[in-house]
Every structure is written in structure tokens, then in C-alpha cells.
């Protein structure tokens, strides 16, 4: 038969769906289950489970000398993990990263990477070994306490799980992506975690008593991150998030106040977020800098040697800590939010979302488990040291009779075991022994270690047959582990500490601007600049050829700007936006929404809690509020509605108690401010009737200083009239006409 031939008859139709489906689903099951999710009783992926397997085998104990990683590596992708190397070395290099791991399971000597984020060194030059963390995580591992299954090859054994006391996936926490799931486990506290297991512990030692997550959390406080930080997230939150197993929370960076003569200060930044590189988040602070973003901080500097030290220095004395720092918090990664997804193997071999109750009650099945497995281990051996034990003493209670077996029997062993009633590893254990064996002192010594066993296996025999026994031997072994890894060592103390959570407020413009006074300009065709400074009125601008100046007025750059046009919209612009001095400037219809018919009839300066009055062609107005008019999109509001072919006139602050208007016809009225209403859009009310023409001028002002307007001719002359009863009347009126030497133009001003 042909290879084609034979190919031919393996050939399987199936249709194509059901073919991806089956195969696709088998991927998805491989990735969760031997590479993304870790065991809920060991808290390791596959790939740190082999490594620190590989090194135990090594004998890179604690105590023992570093070996090269790659030595480690080699055995690992040779024997257990057939993967790529450059994987199992960073693996391997992020369980020796203090600021990674909670609590590092290797221990590296050279160039492990650091917190900026650079890369660790090849494998050829980094050597490590095991820390006690993970000598506590393996212990019990020659003692039968889990299950070993053959590696890819066949050839070795490796665990299934480790057998070790020590909470390692809450202490540690994971991360990882499979196909269609993640997990997010954050570090924990040992100490905390032993204390809240001990709890567990007692509930299950009373029948009936009941614990809950909530219970756990008086403590279990929160995460622990390496980095420590600070989380402020409000308490039920946090609680809420343990008890479903998803969830967030908001860390922030630990800084201080650090004072300077003269008044000055500068800002210390001494612990950063969880995962945060500390490069890329000076050179994000330094890019808003440069960009002006966050005009209000000076300058930004590293100072960190072994511990995190990050200087602020604010642009001035006068900038506020915490504006600055909130500031911050919004705009970098000083504050990251830490999503909860607490996604594992459970017991069942299934993937599941478990609570922070069900994942430390799983830890402790999994401890009565190794703690049965290894006493039975434990009690095997004893049975089998006190079979030997007790051939011995029946040896020495007849051992004239022993030797004579011995010199004269061809037989030896049926003939002891015949003559004793011993077994065949009774006897062959006295036929192993050595004469110094024989002293009348080594009997001692055998009958003592054979009475010591005896009540070991009684221990032992007890222990298995109680379960309230095994929760006290349980709780046991943990109080070791918080003793040697809790709150009261060096490395088990609290880093992250817990602040109340943030009020969410809106940081004030000013607080991110840098105060400057500018000079608004605007010309008749629509040309906005900004000159820096304040002017002076006299001093003459350029302007494009056929245009001139329409709007000047001082301002500071953290002033929003209102611009009024003849559709009856107001914009708002950013004293800061405005473009500079240089040149003509832009078009301000490029910054706003303005039909190429629209006139800019009104640019000022925006007073908080002032008011503005509008008025339109067909002498209809009213005043609002200008908080209500500010309005940063682009298409501004719509304030003034305009009926037919109405235009918006006029649009001023208001600075008085009386009003004057006069009309095309030349007719002037007088009311009081009073009459008029305050609105938030509309049309508004009639100012003064007329039977033809339109509105000409409106002006506020204080009826005790009277109204002034200009005199006509050459000087720089004014009129003030005092007496206005003649004109005063109620809006809406015709009016008369003005005194004798009005502007002929029909303006106040």
C-alpha cells in the first residue's frame, strides 16, 4: 500500500463547525488549566510549581549555596515544561522581585530588574535559590502528602500540588489571561490571612457556628502590595467585592510634605501603586509639564535609590498640596485601580469565581488532606520501624539460641522465623545486624525508641480518627507559619495602609493655570489674540490691511472669556487658549461655532455671580445669570431667541439700577432695573414700543450719578443729565426725545 493510500483511509469527514468547536474547546481547556489559572490550594501556575520543584531537586535550599538560572531553567524546559526558555527565566524572575511579589519564593543574586521597569540580566550571569518562604510551601512534599503524576516525557515524576502550610495564593496573588476568563488576585498579609483561617478554624471545631466573608474582613483589612500605597476605597466596597470574588479598588501613592526655608516646600512621593514602573510615570508627570498640562508643578525628579524617592516641585509658594496632588492623581498613574477577580482552580479541578471565605476554606481542606496523608505516611513507617524493633527484642531475649541458628543451621532464615514466630523482615533484619549491636545498652536504646513509637502511633492513630484533633493540628501549623512569616517579622509587616476615599470634586481651572495677566484683542473681522501683560489703551496694534480694533480689554489667563454673537449664542473660551500676541492672531470663528454671517456684537471677561444683560434688534431683552451662560463646547448656548430677521444687539454686564434705551426713532425711555426679568434663554421682554425701526442702544446705570453720554465735536467732552423724570416711565413705553445734545448717532457711548 501507498503512503498517499494510507493517508487516504485515515481520512475522517466531519463537518467543519463541530471540527473547530472540539479542538478549539480543547485548547481553551489546556490554556486554562495548565497555564493561565492557579491552583486554589497552592496559588501556582504550572510553570512556577515545576520551577520551584526543579530547584528543591537542586538542593538550592536557603541555606545552601546560589546556582547559576541557567542550570535551573535547563532542567525545567529538559524535564517538566516544554516550553520556550526566555518564559520559564521571566517566570522565574518575577517570583525573585521584591517589588512583584508580596512575598518572593526565590531568592536572586545580580541583576533581577527593577522597579522602572528594565530588564533583568541573561540567565548565564543571575543565580538563586529557594527562600524559606518556599521551603515552607514544599514541606511535607517527601512525605506521600500529594499526588505525583508522570512528566510530558515520562521518564520523572512531578507534583500535582505542593503540600506547604503557607497561604500562598492570597499571600502572593496571580495574575493571568486564559481563553474567555482571567484572574486578578491581589497580595495579602500572611498574618491577617492566619488570623482569619483561625477563625475558620474555630467555627468548624463548634457544630452550627457560621462565619462569614464579612466576618473574615475584621482580619483579612485588604491587599497588601509590595509597594505598599495606599487604598481609598470605602469600606463596604471592599467588602463587597471579597464576598462576590470581582471588584476594584483605588490605590493611590504615599507622598509628603516635605518644608523648605522661605516658605517653599516640595512634594515627596515614597511609595507608588502596584505595578506601576516608576520611569514611565516620571516621564508621563514630565510630558504634562512640558505640554503645560499641569502648569501649576515646576519640575519633577528622581532621587530614589533603594527606596522610592520621586520630588515635586510646585511652581510657586502659593499652589495648593492637595489641589496639586488630586491633580495628579487624575492625570497619572500615581492612582491605578486594582480590579478584584479572585478566578481559580478550585478543588473540583473547575475554573470558578470564589469569595475570600471559599478560597481559604478550600486552603484548609487541602491542609486536613496533607495532614491525614502525612500521618498515615507517617504511621506506616512507624509500623514498620516497631515490626523491626520488636525482632530485635526477641533476638536479645534469646540470643544464645539466635547465635546458635546462626553457626549451625544451614537454613538461617525459616529456621529463625520458625523457631520466633517472626516475619520475614524480622528476620531479616536480625541477620543484618552488626555485633556492637549486641551490647547490653543498645537493648536499652531499643526498647526506649520502641516505647517513644508506640506512643507516637497512638498520637497518630488518635489524630486520624479525630477531626477536632486535625483543626487543632491544623491551626498549629499555622501559627509557625504566622511566627515565622506575620506581622511582627521584617518582611510580614503591613505596607499598604488604608485612607478614606476621595471625595469626587471638580479641580478649579485657576488651580491648573498658571496666572498671567493677557490683553484680549479682537479686531472687526473676527481676529483674536492674546498680548501678554496688561497695555495700556493708547498703545497702537497692527492689524491686517482694511481691519481695525473692535474689543480690548485686560484679562489673566485663567479668566474664561464670553463671546456674544448676532445668532444669540454665547461661547466661552479659555483666557489660556486664546492664541498669542504675535501676528493678527487667529479667526474666531475657527474656535467657536459661528456661521460666516455672524458679527461678534460682545467679547468679555466672565465675572462669577454676575449678571448680563441681552437685548435684540427688535427691542426685546432680559438679564441672566452669567454662571448659567458658561458653556465650554465648541457650539456655545443658544441665550437669545431671534424671531424672523432679528439680530442680537447687544450683551454687556450689569452694573446698575436703571436702564435707558433709545430707539431708531430718537425716542429715550427710563426705568428701573427691576422691571426687567431674569432668564435663562428666551426671547425676553419689550424694552420700548416703537411703530417703526428698531432698537438703536441700550445702557445700565445708577440713577443717582444720572446718565452721561458724549457731546458732540472735537474735545473729549461729556454730559451728564440728573434730572430724568422727563423720560422715566415703565418699560415698554414709546418714550420722548432726548435732551438737547445727544449723539445724533443715537449712542450712549
Same mark, same amino acid.
Given at each position: 500500500?501507498?503512503?498517499?493510500?494510507?493517508?487516504?483511509?485515515?481520512?475522517?469527514?466531519?463537518?467543519?463547525?463541530?471540527?473547530?468547536?472540539?479542538?478549539?474547546?480543547?485548547?481553551?481547556?489546556?490554556?486554562?488549566?495548565?497555564?493561565?489559572?492557579?491552583?486554589?490550594?497552592?496559588?501556582?501556575?504550572?510553570?512556577?510549581?515545576?520551577?520551584?520543584?526543579?530547584?528543591?531537586?537542586? %538542593?538550592?535550599?536557603?541555606?545552601?549555596?546560589?546556582?547559576?538560572?541557567?542550570?535551573?531553567?535547563?532542567?525545567?524546559?529538559?524535564?517538566?515544561?516544554?516550553?520556550?526558555?526566555?518564559?520559564?527565566?521571566?517566570?522565574?524572575?518575577?517570583?525573585?522581585?521584591?517589588?512583584?511579589?508580596?512575598?518572593?519564593?526565590?531568592?536572586?543574586?545580580?541583576?533581577?530588574?527593577?522597579?522602572?521597569?528594565?530588564?533583568?540580566?541573561?540567565?548565564?550571569?543571575?543565580?538563586?535559590?529557594?527562600?524559606?518562604?518556599?521551603?515552607?510551601?514544599?514541606?511535607?512534599?517527601?512525605?506521600?502528602?500529594?499526588?505525583?503524576?508522570?512528566?510530558?516525557?515520562?521518564? *520523572?515524576?512531578?507534583?500535582?500540588?505542593?503540600?506547604?502550610?503557607?497561604?500562598?495564593?492570597?499571600?502572593?496573588?496571580?495574575?493571568?489571561?486564559?481563553?474567555?476568563?482571567?484572574?486578578?488576585?491581589?497580595?495579602?498579609?500572611?498574618?491577617?490571612?492566619?488570623?482569619?483561617?483561625?477563625?475558620?478554624?474555630?467555627?468548624?471545631?463548634?457544630?452550627?457556628?457560621?462565619?462569614?466573608?464579612?466576618?473574615?474582613?475584621?482580619?483579612?483589612?485588604?491587599?497588601?502590595?509590595?509597594?505598599?500605597?495606599?487604598?481609598?476605597?470605602?469600606?463596604?466596597?471592599?467588602?463587597?467585592?471579597?464576598?462576590?470574588?470581582?471588584?476594584?479598588?483605588?490605590?493611590?501613592?504615599?507622598?509628603?510634605?516635605?518644608?523648605?526655608?522661605?516658605?517653599?516646600?516640595?512634594?515627596?512621593?515614597?511609595?507608588?501603586?502596584?505595578?506601576?514602573?516608576?520611569?514611565?510615570?516620571?516621564?508621563?508627570?514630565?510630558?504634562?509639564?512640558?505640554?503645560?498640562?499641569?502648569?501649576?508643578?515646576? !519640575?519633577?525628579?528622581?532621587?530614589?535609590? *533603594?527606596?522610592?524617592?520621586?520630588?515635586?516641585?510646585?511652581?510657586?509658594?502659593?499652589? !495648593?498640596?492637595?489641589?496639586?496632588?488630586?491633580?495628579?492623581?487624575?492625570?497619572?498613574?500615581? *492612582?491605578?485601580?486594582?480590579?478584584?477577580?479572585?478566578?481559580?482552580?478550585?478543588?473540583?479541578?473547575?475554573?470558578?469565581?470564589?469569595?475570600?471565605?471559599?478560597?481559604?476554606?478550600?486552603?484548609?481542606?487541602?491542609?486536613?488532606?496533607?495532614?491525614?496523608?502525612?500521618?498515615?505516611?507517617?504511621?506506616? %513507617?512507624?509500623?514498620?520501624?516497631?515490626?523491626?524493633?520488636?525482632?530485635?527484642?526477641?533476638? &536479645?531475649?534469646?540470643?544464645?539460641?539466635?547465635?546458635?541458628?546462626?553457626?549451625?543451621?544451614?537454613?538461617?532464615?525459616?529456621?529463625?522465623?520458625?523457631?520466633?514466630?517472626?516475619?520475614?523482615?524480622?528476620?531479616?533484619?536480625?541477620?543484618?545486624?552488626?555485633?556492637?549491636?549486641?551490647?547490653?545498652?543498645?537493648?536499652?536504646?531499643?526498647?526506649?525508641?520502641?516505647?517513644?513509637?508506640?506512643?507516637?502511633?497512638?498520637?497518630?492513630?488518635?489524630?486520624?480518627?479525630?477531626?477536632?484533633?486535625?483543626?487543632?493540628?491544623?491551626? !498549629?501549623?499555622?501559627?509557625?507559619?504566622? %511566627?515565622?512569616?506575620?506581622?511582627?517579622?521584617?518582611?510580614?509587616?503591613?505596607?499598604?495602609?488604608?485612607?478614606?476615599?476621595?471625595?469626587?470634586?471638580?479641580?478649579?481651572?485657576?488651580?491648573?493655570?498658571?496666572?498671567?495677566?493677557?490683553?484680549?484683542?479682537?479686531?472687526?473681522?473676527?481676529?483674536?489674540?492674546?498680548?501678554?501683560?496688561?497695555? %495700556?489703551?493708547?498703545?497702537?496694534?497692527? &492689524?491686517?490691511?482694511?481691519?481695525?480694533?473692535?474689543?480690548?480689554?485686560?484679562?489673566?489667563?485663567?479668566?474664561?472669556?464670553?463671546?456674544?454673537?448676532?445668532?444669540?449664542?454665547?461661547?466661552?473660551?479659555?483666557?489660556?487658549?486664546?492664541?498669542?500676541?504675535?501676528?493678527?492672531?487667529?479667526?474666531?470663528?475657527?474656535?467657536?461655532?459661528?456661521?460666516?454671517?455672524?458679527?461678534?456684537?460682545?467679547?468679555?471677561?466672565?465675572?462669577?455671580?454676575?449678571?448680563?444683560?441681552?437685548?435684540?434688534?427688535?427691542?426685546?431683552?432680559?438679564?441672566?445669570?452669567?454662571?448659567?451662560?458658561?458653556?465650554?463646547?465648541?457650539?456655545?448656548?443658544?441665550?437669545?431667541?431671534?424671531?424672523?430677521?432679528?439680530?442680537?444687539?447687544?450683551?454687556?454686564?450689569?452694573?446698575?439700577?436703571?436702564?435707558?434705551?433709545?430707539?431708531?426713532?430718537?425716542?429715550?425711555?427710563?426705568?428701573?432695573?427691576?422691571?426687567?426679568?431674569?432668564?435663562?434663554?428666551?426671547?425676553?421682554?419689550?424694552?420700548?414700543?416703537?411703530?417703526?425701526?428698531?432698537?438703536?442702544?441700550?445702557?445700565?446705570?445708577?440713577?443717582?450719578?444720572?446718565?452721561?453720554?458724549?457731546?458732540?465735536?472735537?474735545? !473729549?467732552?461729556?454730559?451728564?443729565?440728573?434730572?430724568?423724570?422727563?423720560?422715566?416711565?415703565?418699560?415698554?413705553?414709546?418714550?420722548?426725545?432726548?435732551?438737547?445734545?445727544?449723539?445724533?448717532?443715537?449712542?450712549?457711548?
Amino acid at each position: 500500500m501507498s503512503i498517499q493510500s494510507e493517508f487516504d483511509n485515515n481520512i475522517v469527514e466531519a463537518p467543519f463547525g463541530a471540527a473547530l468547536s472540539e479542538r478549539y474547546l480543547a485548547y481553551a481547556l489546556s490554556t486554562i488549566m495548565s497555564r493561565s489559572l492557579p491552583d486554589v490550594r497552592d496559588g501556582l501556575k504550572p510553570v512556577h510549581r515545576r520551577l520551584l520543584y526543579a530547584m528543591r531537586l537542586l %538542593k538550592l535550599d536557603p541555606k545552601t549555596g546560589y546556582k547559576k538560572c541557567a542550570r535551573v531553567v535547563g532542567d525545567v524546559i529538559g524535564k517538566y515544561h516544554p516550553h520556550g526558555d526566555q518564559s520559564v527565566y521571566d517566570a522565574m524572575v518575577r517570583l525573585a522581585q521584591e517589588f512583584s511579589v508580596r512575598y518572593p519564593l526565590v531568592d536572586g543574586q545580580g541583576n533581577f530588574g527593577n522597579i522602572d521597569g528594565d530588564n533583568a540580566a541573561a540567565m548565564r550571569y543571575t543565580e538563586a535559590r529557594l527562600t524559606e518562604v518556599a521551603a515552607a510551601l514544599m514541606e511535607g512534599l517527601e512525605e506521600d502528602t500529594v499526588d505525583l503524576r508522570p512528566t510530558y516525557d515520562g521518564e *520523572e515524576e512531578e507534583p500535582l500540588v505542593f503540600p506547604g502550610a503557607f497561604p500562598n495564593l492570597l499571600a502572593n496573588g496571580s495574575t493571568g489571561i486564559a481563553v474567555g476568563m482571567a484572574t486578578n488576585i491581589p497580595p495579602h498579609n500572611v498574618g491577617e490571612l492566619v488570623d482569619a483561617m483561625q477563625m475558620l478554624i474555630e467555627a468548624r471545631r463548634k457544630p452550627g457556628a457560621e462565619v462569614t466573608t464579612r466576618d473574615l474582613l475584621k482580619h483579612v483589612q485588604g491587599p497588601d502590595f509590595p509597594t505598599g500605597g495606599q487604598i481609598v476605597e470605602s469600606r463596604e466596597s471592599i467588602i463587597h467585592s471579597y464576598e462576590t470574588g470581582r471588584g476594584s479598588m483605588r490605590v493611590r501613592a504615599k507622598w509628603e510634605k516635605e518644608e523648605l526655608p522661605r516658605g517653599l516646600y516640595n512634594i515627596v512621593i515614597t511609595e507608588i501603586p502596584f505595578q506601576v514602573q516608576k520611569s514611565k510615570l516620571i516621564e508621563k508627570i514630565a510630558d504634562l509639564i512640558m505640554e503645560k498640562k499641569l502648569p501649576i508643578l515646576a !519640575d519633577v525628579r528622581d532621587e530614589s535609590a *533603594e527606596d522610592i524617592r520621586i520630588v515635586l516641585e510646585p511652581k510657586n509658594r502659593m499652589v !495648593d498640596e492637595k489641589i496639586l496632588m488630586e491633580s495628579l492623581f487624575k492625570l497619572t498613574e500615581l *492612582e491605578t485601580r486594582f480590579s478584584l477577580n479572585m478566578n481559580v482552580i478550585a478543588t473540583d479541578k473547575r475554573p470558578r469565581v470564589l469569595s475570600l471565605k471559599a478560597v481559604l476554606d478550600s486552603f484548609l481542606d487541602h491542609q486536613i488532606e496533607v495532614l491525614l496523608r502525612r500521618s498515615r505516611f507517617r504511621l506506616a %513507617k512507624i509500623e514498620h520501624r516497631l515490626e523491626i524493633l520488636s525482632g530485635y527484642l526477641i533476638a &536479645y531475649l534469646n540470643l544464645d539460641e539466635v547465635i546458635r541458628i546462626i553457626r549451625e543451621e544451614d537454613d538461617v532464615k525459616p529456621c529463625l522465623m520458625n523457631s520466633f514466630k517472626l516475619t520475614e523482615m524480622q528476620a531479616e533484619a536480625i541477620l543484618n545486624m552488626r555485633l556492637r549491636a549486641l551490647r547490653k545498652l543498645e537493648e536499652v536504646e531499643i526498647r526506649t525508641e520502641h516505647s517513644k513509637l508506640e506512643g507516637e502511633r497512638s498520637a497518630l492513630m488518635a489524630l486520624i480518627a479525630s477531626p477536632a484533633k486535625q483543626w487543632i493540628a491544623v491551626g !498549629d501549623k499555622l501559627v509557625l507559619i504566622k %511566627k515565622q512569616f506575620g506581622q511582627a517579622t521584617e518582611l510580614g509587616k503591613r505596607r499598604t495602609k488604608f485612607g478614606e476615599a476621595p471625595i469626587s470634586e471638580v479641580v478649579p481651572i485657576e488651580a491648573m493655570i498658571e496666572k498671567e495677566p493677557i490683553t484680549v484683542v479682537c479686531s472687526k473681522r473676527g481676529w483674536i489674540r492674546a498680548l501678554k501683560g496688561h497695555s %495700556k489703551p493708547e498703545e497702537a496694534l497692527k &492689524y491686517k490691511e482694511g481691519d481695525e480694533e473692535k474689543f480690548r480689554f485686560h484679562a489673566y489667563t485663567t479668566d474664561k472669556i464670553f463671546l456674544f454673537a448676532t445668532n444669540g449664542k454665547l461661547f466661552t473660551l479659555g483666557g489660556n487658549n486664546l492664541p498669542g500676541g504675535r501676528g493678527n492672531g487667529e479667526p474666531v470663528r475657527l474656535m467657536v461655532d459661528m456661521d460666516t454671517n455672524d458679527e461678534v456684537i460682545a467679547l468679555l471677561p466672565y465675572v462669577p455671580g454676575s449678571k448680563l444683560f441681552v437685548a435684540s434688534s427688535i427691542g426685546k431683552g432680559f438679564t441672566i445669570e452669567a454662571d448659567n451662560g458658561v458653556a465650554m463646547k465648541k457650539g456655545g448656548k443658544q441665550i437669545l431667541n431671534l424671531p424672523g430677521d432679528a439680530v442680537a444687539t447687544h450683551c454687556f454686564t450689569v452694573d446698575g439700577d436703571s436702564v435707558a434705551v433709545i430707539g431708531e426713532n430718537r425716542k429715550l425711555l427710563v426705568f428701573g432695573l427691576d422691571e426687567l426679568p431674569t432668564m435663562n434663554r428666551g426671547q425676553g421682554v419689550t424694552l420700548q414700543r416703537y411703530k417703526g425701526g428698531a432698537l438703536s442702544d441700550v445702557l445700565i446705570f445708577y440713577k443717582e450719578e444720572g446718565l452721561t453720554w458724549p457731546m458732540g465735536g472735537s474735545g !473729549d467732552r461729556w454730559r451728564t443729565e440728573t434730572d430724568l423724570a422727563p423720560w422715566t416711565g415703565k418699560r415698554g413705553n414709546a418714550g420722548r426725545l432726548p435732551p438737547m445734545g445727544f449723539p445724533r448717532n443715537n449712542k450712549f457711548r
